[in-house]
């Protein structure tokens, strides 16, 4: 059997290394934008809905108007929530503002109130003491998890269980679903072809497992487990 050859191990590195810069540095924009649409373009739809609020409240008693001004009222309200949907796909800036518990807890709760299926979130009693960058490859990976659910298991119920000590940091995404293909996670199926692939080389990049493996008690769970830094 022939030696490994120490140049691809040092390409490999080099290429773990641009993976992780390209990652932070698109999650760096990401939060950028949701920002700007917040501070920008959500500041300027609020002040449209309280002037339009004190049009309307001048108008006369003429029906046409009224029901115009309504049907502009409408309109602005859609807006404002698309804008805050498209900030939230961005940038979920619970996590940061809040903190893993509230942003895991209020996804699950969503998750499980939009595809009608018992959703249960299993946090610690206090907020995980980890690097920004931990919670959002966290949250990356229950997102894709969740999305896989959705998508692929037929399932009724799953479970989110965030376990969190001094070495390390874990999250696991368990469903009650049909179970996973032979296969099909070293395939990066998924949503898309290269989910679990690229939420594979994040965990990688902060040096962690991440599993994806059929349950002894059915279904299919995901599973990552995030080292934490030795302390300084």
Request: no cysteine; proline share 4%; aromatic share 4%.
């Amino acid at each position: 059997m022939p030696d490994a050859n120490p140049n691809d191990a040092a390409h490999a590195a080099d290429l773990a290394e641009l993976l992780g810069h390209v990652h932070t540095s698109w999650d760096n924009e990401r939060r950028a934008l949701a920002r700007q649409l917040h501070d920008s373009l959500g500041s300027s739809l609020t002040a449209l809905t309280m002037h339009l609020g004190l049009l309307t409240a001048k108008l006369p008693e003429d029906k046409a108007l009224r029901d115009r001004a309504a049907q502009m009222k409408n309109l602005l309200y859609t807006i404002i929530e698309n804008n805050r949907g498209t900030q939230h796909n961005l940038w979920n800036d619970k996590l940061e503002f809040l903190g893993i518990r509230v942003a895991f807890g209020e996804a699950v709760t969503q998750f499980g109130e939009q595809h009608q299926l018992t959703a249960r979130a299993s946090l610690p009693d206090d907020e995980p003491v980890a690097p920004r960058e931990f919670g959002v490859v966290l949250l990356y990976a229950l997102e894709e998890g969740l999305r896989n659910v959705a998508a692929h298991a037929g399932a009724t119920e799953v479970d989110v269980i965030v376990d969190d000590n001094e070495d390390e940091i874990m999250l696991t995404v368990k469903d009650n679903g049909k179970g996973i293909a032979a296969g099909a996670a070293d395939s990066g199926a998924g949503s898309g072809r290269f989910g679990l692939r690229l939420l594979r080389e994040r965990v990688l990049h902060l040096g962690g497992t991440i599993t994806v493996a059929a349950h002894p008690d059915g279904g299919t769970a995901l599973t990552v487990v995030l080292p934490k830094p030795a302390a300084a």
